[in-house]
């Protein structure tokens, strides 16, 4: 199944007037089915409001691609995250060259400091010889 057609289904899901939009009622009540316990019509009404790209306070099918998908873009910077620690041996938040090189090492490829700090060079933005998450992200994608 293609992505847009789940979007869609889970769209006709929450929709059950077949407007195409999902109204803050219709979020509500699907919630609760779903085990979700009560939410609050106001709630619900803040939740359409702080994903709503036309100002309709409904959710159309293209709010609720950006409502999934971000959540796969939070798995992926967690991922992230975690790859981005284990370079930052010495805990500092950044990955340095010597943090680089200790890493580099466990994984079977040995470098010299060196050439650790040329590496980093190559992705290091404000020049400060150091690795910052940011940075790391960058070069990752």
Same mark, same amino acid.
């Given at each position: 199944?293609?992505?847009?057609? $789940?979007? %869609?289904?889970?769209?006709?899901?929450? /929709?059950? #007037? @077949? !407007? *195409?939009?999902?109204?803050?009622?219709? &979020?509500? +009540?699907?919630?609760?089915?779903?085990?979700?316990?009560?939410?609050?019509?106001? $709630?619900? %009404?803040?939740?359409?409001?702080?994903? /709503?790209? #036309? @100002? !309709? *306070?409904?959710?159309?099918?293209?709010? &609720?691609? +950006?409502?999934?998908?971000?959540?796969?873009?939070?798995?992926?910077?967690?991922?992230?995250? %975690?790859?981005?620690?284990?370079?930052?041996?010495?805990?500092?938040?950044?990955?340095?060259?010597?943090?680089?090189?200790?890493?580099?090492?466990?994984?079977?490829?040995?470098?010299?400091?060196?050439?650790?700090?040329?590496?980093?060079?190559?992705?290091?933005?404000?020049?400060?010889?150091?690795?910052?998450?940011?940075?790391?992200?960058?070069?990752?994608?």
């Amino acid at each position: 199944m293609r992505r847009n057609e $789940e979007y %869609e289904r889970v769209l006709r899901c929450f /929709d059950e #007037d @077949g !407007d *195409g939009k999902i109204s803050a009622c219709e &979020l509500r +009540k699907r919630l609760k089915m779903m085990g979700s316990g009560e939410v609050m019509l106001k $709630e619900a %009404e803040m939740a359409i409001e702080a994903l /709503d790209s #036309d @100002g !309709d *306070g409904l959710l159309c099918l293209e709010d &609720l691609m +950006k409502l999934m998908e971000g959540g796969e873009e939070e798995e992926k910077l967690k991922d992230l995250r %975690e790859a981005f620690d284990m370079y930052d041996t010495e805990r500092c938040g950044f990955i340095t060259p010597k943090s680089l090189k200790r890493m580099l090492n466990k994984l079977g490829h040995s470098k010299s400091t060196q050439e650790c700090k040329f590496m980093i060079s190559t992705f290091d933005l404000n020049g400060d010889g150091l690795l910052s998450f940011e940075e790391f992200r960058i070069m990752m994608h």
